[in-house]
């Protein structure tokens, strides 16, 4: 199998309302990607790019739109959609560029603007709902997680608090993120007591609504060689998406996670992972989320998850640190884009460049994943130095 | 980079300007069923990976990418979409069997325009926001502009185009699921209504309904499943901008056929692709385009393209047919699923099953796809008989 480096990042504020356009934005993540590692637009061969609902931006075929914004003007240029999952599908994508041998440079942009949706992104989501079971019953997004977070809630026996926690956590390291939302560190009783949306669902629990874009590059192995001597290889990439009719599955269990976690674990030949992968970036839209996730992933034993996130397990300095980025809660959740900066996450805490947020320990394996649709598709990334 | 990629199986459903009897999804199901009989009967279970190519707008569904797996047999397979035409789809299928991770990948694509109250007004969505959609108009002025201006660079003349249409309705004759095959006059095309100036309402090409599923397959397995086997042995895709007033050779020539054939003729060692290649599915969403995407891929000089089809160089009978299935005038536009039904004819005349319509003695076909205004995005195959 032909290796596949990531040599650049890059990744633009993550904020409530950009004054910037979405082409714009995702001309700035591509403009600092390529700038990081001293490339123009010439070298690159492809773009892989994504972003999610069309309907946020009021354009039919956004991906047509956005082209000229990431850089794939007159270029082969491929836009890939999984809904949420998309951020972290595009560098899967971007990896099948490369690794099939058809091209070796490929920039992978992700872009979403989700203020120009009045009065509020929410109100679109109705419309991924089946229009003839679901449609009618005018479901919104929050309904169906705190379904899913109160079962697993209901499960294991875990709490309220227990799942604040991960709000509190991954909004502390965001802190350190230079692209994050937010400036103040929270408590469980903030969490506890903010707004309720949909039981168990309250305000904090929730990552914000942001606007941003996430660049990466990736590179065949001879390019990589010539360009840095510090290049992050994509180990193993899986994804898997589960049947549409949700309420048919018991939502305790993430499977897609499982399946897709396991086909990148086979691909990057890792048995044990919560003793192999150094750092975790689940992706986290709601506290409970990453500790779901984490279970499928396998980095975390089901219905002991709650204990290790409160001895400390998952902190920075912890063994196996948990969204040290910040994730969506911590840094903000521009969909497509919130994905793609988990990636850029793992490049700059495995190159050691992540300033003040930096996993102690020279890590040197890692993982990110993200999910979408209607609870139903994840896809993972494994990289290593 | 060395692994060949064939297409092992091939099904469709639908193929009506309305299918009250089908809901997309069934039809998808259908189809996928045919796929499957079609590659030896292999179960779902056995498939390593799907990619579907869809629209959330043309679908009135956010995130479309929800419904793809169930009625493909991929409830908790690797599955993913690809907001393009569906030849990129089958891009990203062909590009997942050469990483060595899948072997079998299948590709879908569909089209329930019939569903749509107003597909003109989607498509005035699709344009820019600022710049162009305040005009309120009707979307076709794009390819208004566009057949004048080549017609003007190329010397190519209206009723050149119009001949497009004759051709194409006529070979649709022969082709059973084709929807609009028809024997037409000159005048009846050059003396229609007009959308918008030059292009006739019978330059456009129809609506259709429809579903194809095509399965990809690895070398070494390609031969187990089939005994007949289409080797993919190049792809191309390319997008020049979707803004009317930056592409960089202006309206009247269409750059991204040219880089989409230059990719997949250099992937599939072409250098006169006139002469290796012996008959193409061309995209003819408009008249025009077919005599424009002719030259930009290479098969013939600028200004030819109409010259030589007047002289029957490409009707079934002649030097190179093109559209011999009846293209999109003829048999009726799929949209998002466009290219796999280039893709199909093509496969169909290369296995030798193209019925009435069969081209003798066929080794290696031309299937080419764009995208639609307001877009600049094409993506081309050289299919062929031989690995």
Not at chain 2, 3 to 22: C, E, M, N, Q, R
Not at chain 2, 107 to 135: C, E, M, Q, W
Request: with cysteine; proline share 5%; charged share 20%.
């Amino acid at each position: 199998m032909r290796k596949v480096a990531i040599v650049g990042a890059g990744m633009t504020k993550f904020v409530r309302r950009a004054l910037e356009t979405p082409k714009e934005l995702s001309y700035e993540a591509a403009k600092i990607t390529l700038d990081s590692c001293g490339l123009t637009l010439e070298d690159v061969e492809c773009i892989a790019h994504g972003t999610a609902p069309d309907a946020f931006d009021g354009l039919h075929q956004n991906g047509e739109y956005m082209v000229d914004g990431c850089g794939g003007w007159n270029k082969p240029t491929m836009r890939v959609y999984v809904g949420g999952g998309t951020g972290i599908h595009a560098v899967v994508h971007g990896w099948h560029h490369v690794a099939s041998g058809l091209f070796d440079t490929c920039l992978v942009v992700c872009e979403e603007k989700m203020s120009s949706a009045l009065p509020h992104a929410q109100a679109f989501f109705l419309t991924i709902f089946d229009s003839i079971t679901e449609r009618p019953l005018e479901p919104n997004l929050l309904w169906i997680f705190a379904l899913e977070m109160n079962r697993y809630m209901e499960r294991y026996g875990y709490t309220k608090e227990d799942m604040a926690l991960v709000a509190v956590k991954n909004k502390l390291n965001g802190l350190k993120h230079p692209a994050s939302q937010f400036t103040e560190e929270v408590t469980v009783e903030d969490v506890v007591n903010s707004e309720m949306m949909a039981y168990p669902v309250s305000r904090l629990d929730v990552s914000p609504v942001s606007d941003g874009a996430a660049a990466l590059l990736l590179v065949s192995e001879r390019v990589a060689r010539r360009l840095t001597d510090k290049p992050v290889w994509i180990e193993g990439v899986g994804w898997s998406l589960d049947t549409a009719y949700w309420a048919t599955r018991d939502l305790y269990y993430p499977r897609y996670t499982d399946t897709a976690a396991r086909m990148a674990y086979e691909m990057a030949g890792i048995r044990e992972p919560d003793k192999e992968i150094h750092i975790a970036e689940p992706y986290d839209p709601f506290g409970y989320k990453a500790l779901h996730h984490m279970e499928g992933l396998q980095l975390s034993p089901r219905g002991k998850t709650v204990q290790l996130l409160h001895d400390g397990h998952f902190d920075i300095d912890g063994n196996l640190p948990m969204c040290p980025s910040g994730g969506l809660l911590g840094v903000g959740n521009p969909i497509a884009a919130a994905g793609t900066m988990k990636v850029c996450e793992l490049f700059w805490q495995l190159r050691g460049e992540a300033d003040g947020r930096q996993v102690p320990g020279n890590p040197r394996l890692g993982v990110a994943q993200s999910w979408g649709d209607l609870m139903q598709v994840s896809s993972v990334v494994v990289t290593g130095i | 980079m060395d692994k060949k990629v064939a297409i092992v199986g091939l099904g469709y459903s639908g193929f009506g300007s309305t299918t009250p009897d089908l809901s997309y999804r069934e039809m998808i199901f259908e189809a996928a069923t045919k796929c499957y009989q079609d590659a030896g009967g292999i179960h779902p279970q056995s498939i390593d990976s799907f990619v579907a190519s869809s629209e959330d707008f043309m679908e009135g569904i956010s995130i479309a990418d929800e419904y793809v797996p169930d009625q493909l047999g991929a409830v908790l397979k690797p599955v993913h979409s690809i907001t393009g035409d569906s030849l990129q789809g089958l891009a990203s299928a062909m590009m997942q069997i050469k990483t060595g991770q899948q072997s079998i990948v299948a590709a879908s694509a569909f089209s329930k325009v019939s569903n749509l109250s107003n597909h003109d007004g989607l498509v005035t969505y699709a344009t820019d926001p600022f710049y162009i959609r305040p005009f309120n108009e009707n979307p076709y002025f794009i390819a208004g502009l566009e057949m004048n201006r080549y017609l003007h660079e190329t010397g190519t003349t209206r009723e050149q185009c119009a001949k497009v249409v004759i051709k194409n309705r006529s070979n649709a004759l022969n082709n059973p699921s084709a929807l609009y095959g028809a024997r037409i006059e000159l005048e009846d095309v050059t003396e229609a209504p007009v959308l918008s100036y030059p292009l006739g309402i019978y330059d456009m090409s129809g609506h259709l309904d429809g579903s194809i599923v095509v399965l990809l397959a690895s070398e070494e397995r390609a031969r187990e499943l089939t005994d007949k086997p289409i080797w993919i042995k190049g792809i191309g895709w390319a997008t020049d901008t979707p803004n009317l007033d930056s592409r960089i050779d202006g309206m009247g020539s269409a750059v991204y056929a040219r880089l989409a054939a230059q990719k997949a003729y250099r992937m599939a060692g072409i250098n006169n692709p006139f002469n290796e290649i012996d008959f193409a599915e061309i995209d003819d969403t408009f008249s025009y385009k077919e005599l424009q995407h002719l030259e930009a891929l290479n098969l013939c000089g600028p200004g030819e393209a109409g010259k030589l089809l007047e002289l029957g160089c490409f009707a079934p009978d002649g030097d190179f047919p093109v559209n011999v299935s009846g293209g999109s005038l003829g048999g009726g536009y799929l949209h998002e699923a466009n290219g796999l039904q280039r893709l199909m004819e093509t496969v169909l005349q290369l296995r030798g099953e193209a019925g009435k319509r069969q081209l003798h003695d066929v080794e290696t076909g031309l299937a080419f796809a764009w995208r639609g205004i307001p877009t600049a995005t094409g993506a081309a195959v050289i299919l062929s008989t031989r690995p």
